[in-house]
């Protein structure tokens, strides 16, 4: 198998159990009661291969893909069956977190406007006997502005003997894995130590909703619903250092497209359903997101709050021009002819593989860079927008594309729910405790792997 990303030989290696790669994880059916009523024409096979797993620096033992095949449609369906036959005493609540990148992908599927799509998600999740679906919106605010903060301090402490530029940012998982795995110094030092959304938003509902419901962590299973594969292996990550009893933030991990799957092959009656909040009520306004193309829009948040913070410059509307292919873009603020900010945005393997390059050489002119590993940013994922042979379904994606941009923009700074959460979770935005739940720290190649990590 070959990784999406990766370009390098040594990634073409078949994976040592050649039936564990083909091997898809189906979708079982819900309780016999329910196949009785008929709520179920049928659910046909929602597949994950091992060539879909895209954060690999080279090929994956059936070992490792075992543990990538737990994270699956299978799963899911396992503890929904749980919930309806066993002792009570045993239920989960079954929660479920939708990455905002991930509906654009569903309007365009089911021809709906993007809030009437987020409802129709959440009222077919509910009608499977999910309890609480949110939208993981709020964790990336947080990550932003964790981000925010810190490339301010990492810009006023940079020299020239200890230098903290460029800040890489650390919300793609797939690049991550890349530069932790592979790479190690000089490229960790970069990354932005602000964990993921995915990351933050497991935070918040196994400690802090799990709170404010009397809930053990271990009573609550998990569900990430998001655009790309790299995402699954995230979830195999354990670096909560605040995680309560030591759980993961994430139980389970399903791609858009298996999701879309579930729901073409279903013949359950849905009523639409507004999305919940981590506070326990329901969450009634429309769709917002971030300022960026195809992402959360990283660079165009840090650099508006950098101009200001560092400049006393107000900047509005960022604008982007396009360097060595439309994946790498470069953002600048300027006085009296002086560049004051140089940020860039490098999406892709290949555009990453040349930030390395140069990062090594000490001929990197940029202090902050935007990486995503999917060329298209998170819109592309492999988990969405593909056509039945693997290929990128060009037309949905220029649809997404449009929805995407038409989604109302919501600064992090904005939000009030965010600033409640700071003092009300963590004892504040500059506290220990704020610093433990949303930050992390990176390992390198040959170090001791993280407890039930994949091994690369």
Request: include cysteine; aromatic fraction near 8%.
């Given at each position: 198998?070959k ?15 050649e039936d564990q ?5 189906g ?8 196949a ?9 096979d929602a597949?994950?291969f091992?060539s879909d797993c895209?954060?690999?620096?080279s ?5 490792e893909g075992l ?6 449609v299978k799963d899911?369906f396992?503890?929904?069956n749980l919930?309806?036959k ?8 079954l929660?479920v977190?939708?990455c905002?990148?991930s509906?654009?992908y569903?309007a365009?599927k089911f021809?709906?406007s ?6 129709r ?7 499977l006997?999910v309890h609480?679906?949110f939208d993981?919106t709020i ?7 964790e981000s925010q ?9 940079h ?7 460029p800040m ?13 795995r ?5 490229v960790?030092?970069?990354l ?10 497991g935070?918040l509902?196994?400690d802090?909703?799990a709170?404010?419901?009397n809930?053990s962590p ?10 790309c ?7 195999l990550?354990?670096d909560f250092p605040?995680?309560?009893?030591g759980?993961r933030?994430a ?5 858009s497209?298996?999701?879309?799957q ?11 359903a ?8 329901p969450k009634?306004?429309e ?10 829009g990283?660079?165009a ?6 101009a200001?913070q ?13 360097l060595?292919?439309?994946?790498f873009?470069?953002v600048?603020?300027e ?11 490098a ?21 902050f ?9 998170c ?8 056509t039945e042979?693997?290929r990128?379904?060009?037309?949905l994606l ?7 941009a ?6 992090p700074e904005s ?6 959460l700071?003092q009300?979770w963590?004892d504040?935005a500059?506290s ?5 739940a ?5 390992q390198?190649?040959?170090l001791p ?8």
């Open positions: 198998m990784c999406e990303h990766c370009t390098r030989k040594e990634c073409n290696k078949k994976t040592k159990t790669e083909n091997a898809s994880v979708v079982p059916s819900l309780a016999q009661d329910h009785e009523k008929g709520e179920f024409h049928k659910l046909a597949k994950i091992l895209l954060a690999c620096d090929c994956v033992t059936a070992e543990q990538v095949s737990q994270q699956n899911f396992r503890v929904l919930n309806k066993c002792d009570p005493s045993q239920h989960k609540v929660a977190s939708v905002p990148q509906l654009p569903f365009a021809r709906l993007v809030t009437d799509a987020s409802r998600l959440c009222g077919f999740l509910k009608s006997g609480y679906v993981t964790a990336a605010d947080f990550s932003i502005l903060k810190e490339f301010v301090r990492r810009y006023q402490q020299s020239e003997e200890e230098p903290a530029l890489l940012t650390s919300a793609c998982p797939g690049w991550v894995r890349y530069a932790e592979v790479l190690g110094h000089p960790t030092p970069h932005c130590t602000a964990k993921s959304p995915q990351q933050i938003m935070s509902v196994k802090y909703f709170r404010r419901q809930l271990d009573k609550i299973f998990h569900v990430i619903v998001a655009p594969y790299d995402k699954k292996l995230e979830a990550r354990e605040t995680a309560p009893h759980f933030g139980d389970c991990v399903l791609t497209g298996e999701i879309a579930i729901m073409e092959q279903s013949d359950l009656t849905v009523k639409d507004a999305v919940d909040t981590v506070f326990g009520g009634e306004e769709v917002r997101r971030h300022d960026g193309a195809s992402s959360d990283y660079l948040h840090v650099f508006r709050h950098a200001k560092l400049f006393d410059e107000d900047v509005g509307e960022v604008t982007y021009r396009t060595r292919n439309k994946d873009q470069e600048t603020l006085k009296n002819g002086e560049v004051l900010l140089r940020f860039a945005a999406y892709g393997f290949r555009n990453i593989q040349n930030v390395v390059l140069k990062l090594k050489k000490g001929r990197f002119p940029y202090h860079v935007e990486v995503l590993a999917c060329a298209g940013g819109l592309n994922g492999r988990g969405q927008a593909q042979d693997g990128a379904d060009k037309a220029r649809q997404m594309e449009g929805i995407y038409d989604i109302p923009v919501r600064p939000s009030a729910h965010v600033q409640e700071y009300e963590l504040g500059d220990h405790r704020a610093q433990e949303l930050h992390t720290k990176y390198g190649p040959g792997v993280l407890s039930r990590d994949i091994k690369w």
